[in-house]
């Protein structure tokens, strides 16, 4: 008898881990239901993914769909649907699995308006990494309720990869930076979002050595300011694009705007990506993907702590820079002979997170699962 799956997405980061596992899931006999809310569906169609409606109303999808098992993304809003998702599961005695992105704001995904960092935890947790595991287990999540899956898209950005040649990345470049002069370097500057989850967090910390021009204490204005700056007193100027996030406007850093050869704002952001010869960002998530490509990447932070959110820069293939003289020095090497030279990051970030969402999916179906 086939399971039904109700799959629910709020947001760009969980979309990326939970859209991959429709079409196997579906390939393993499911019947799956996959609702997206309104504010996610454009990047969904963006990335060739189809969703089955909106997910704004969990009570009414669950009475309409009866699943078997609800995977459910987390997101940056404290009152948004995916912890009523989780919450209307409970109530229906249906059980639920949370798909990790990463492993920022841990204990914020689930706090919603209360002080307790679990207080709309799933049934079960699908994590990408050990790291993340460990941040859960000490906010008191069961650990023999947590499963490390890894993560469905970077399988998919590893096909990317194998995907492209010179001739395709030759074509990007001319369709997506049309002013970049024959030898000159392309340098793509990812942006981010204000975090809803934790709003101080998107600000610059006292006593960090990037301040900008002292306008704007929000963080990646402070640290634009900063690359900006340090490529203009390069001797060989590199072609800057900016990249925005998915919940940026297309006016965001306008006062920046006229030291910026080009900014780019909505549908897939790796065909950007694949024809840069330089990637920098902070802790944004597209920062891992631009390594999963095998292209050079720089983040600079304000404060070191902050490497531990993202797994390459944990790892140490993607550098930090965290002083103004820490990323003049990068930024010499890396638009230099030395830039060429990429550490893979196939060890810290393995394939096959489809399969093993599968096999958690197939886990927890089984009747002895719920009262595990």
Same mark, same amino acid.
């Given at each position: 008898m086939s399971s039904r799956i109700l799959l629910h997405v709020e947001d760009p980061g969980a979309a990326n881990v939970v859209a991959p596992l429709v079409v196997p899931l579906r390939e393993a006999g499911h019947h799956v239901t996959f609702l997206a809310d309104s504010s996610v569906a454009e990047f969904l169609t963006a990335r060739g993914y189809q969703h089955d409606g909106p997910g704004d109303e969990p009570a009414h999808a669950l009475d309409s769909v009866v699943p078997d098992l609800?995977?459910?993304?987390?997101?940056?809003?404290?009152?948004?649907?995916?912890?009523a998702m989780i919450e209307a599961a409970r109530a229906r005695a249906i059980p639920s699995v949370a798909a990790i992105d990463m492993l920022a704001n841990a204990d914020r995904r689930f706090r919603g308006l209360s002080d307790d960092p679990l207080h709309h935890a799933p049934d079960w947790l699908a994590v990408p990494d050990s790291p993340t595991a460990k941040v859960y287990e000490r906010l008191g999540f069961r650990p023999d309720r947590i499963t490390i899956c890894g993560h469905p898209h970077y399988d998919?950005?590893?096909?990317?990869?194998?995907?492209?040649?010179?001739?395709?990345?030759?074509?990007? =470049?001319? %369709?997506?930076?049309?002013?970049?002069?024959? *030898?000159? !370097? #392309?340098?793509?500057?990812?942006?981010?979002?204000?975090?809803?989850?934790?709003?101080?967090?998107?600000?610059?910390?006292?006593?960090?050595?990037?301040?900008?021009?002292?306008?704007?204490?929000?963080?990646?204005?402070?640290?634009?300011?900063?690359?900006?700056?340090?490529?203009?007193?390069?001797?060989?100027?590199?072609?800057?694009?900016?990249?925005?996030?998915?919940?940026?406007?297309?006016?965001?850093?306008?006062?920046? =705007?006229? %030291?910026?050869?080009?900014?780019?704002?909505? *549908?897939? !952001? #790796?065909d950007l990506i694949t024809c840069a010869d330089l990637v920098i960002g902070m802790t944004t998530f597209l920062l891992v993907e631009a390594c999963l490509l095998e292209k050079p990447t720089l983040s600079v932070l304000p404060d070191i702590k902050e490497a531990a959110w993202l797994p390459t820069t944990a790892g140490g293939a993607t550098p930090v820079a965290t002083t103004g003289e820490d990323l003049k020095r990068m930024l010499l090497s890396f638009l230099g002979s030395a830039g060429k030279t990429v550490e893979r990051c196939d060890e810290l970030l393995p394939s096959g997170a489809t399969q093993r969402y599968l096999g958690l999916v197939a886990h927890l179906l089984r009747p002895e699962a719920a009262t595990a």
């Open positions: 609800v995977l459910a993304g987390t997101s940056e809003n404290s009152e948004g649907s995916s912890l998919i950005v590893r096909a990317r990869r194998r995907a492209m040649d010179d001739e395709t990345t030759a074509l990007f =470049r001319a %369709r997506l930076a049309p002013g970049l002069k024959p *030898g000159q !370097p #392309l340098v793509v500057f990812l942006a981010e979002a204000v975090s809803r989850l934790n709003p101080l967090a998107s600000r610059i910390a006292p006593g960090s050595d990037f301040v900008g021009s002292g306008t704007s204490d929000d963080r990646t204005t402070v640290i634009l300011e900063a690359v900006l700056d340090t490529l203009e007193g390069m001797e060989a100027r590199p072609h800057f694009v900016l990249r925005l996030h998915p919940k940026n406007q297309a006016g965001d850093y306008g006062a920046l =705007r006229d %030291r910026i050869d080009a900014v780019s704002h909505g *549908g897939d !952001p #790796l």
